[in-house]
């Protein structure tokens, strides 16, 4: 739990007052509106550890299949 809220925190930072931040499917939280340089070449590398990678390949947007299922 504390990896996600971690992750989240820094997401948060490049979100703003979006109010719908995350999306579900297929076994994949997406996380939405942050580009892949918004962040830090440090927080990238720390959301890498939590478990959160760039989908480049088809979704454009940072995600993770750690968090995306139970």
Known sequence: M???IEAL???AKYQGDL?????CEHDVMYIMKVG????SPDEQKQLNKLGFTW?????????????GSA
């Open 2 to 4: 504390y990896d996600l």
């Open 9 to 11: 925190q820094i997401f």
């Open 19 to 23: 109010r719908c931040p995350t999306h």
């Open 36 to 39: 892949k340089d918004d962040p």
């Open 55 to 67: 989908l480049e390949e088809d979704d454009d947007c940072w995600g993770s299949f750690r968090f």
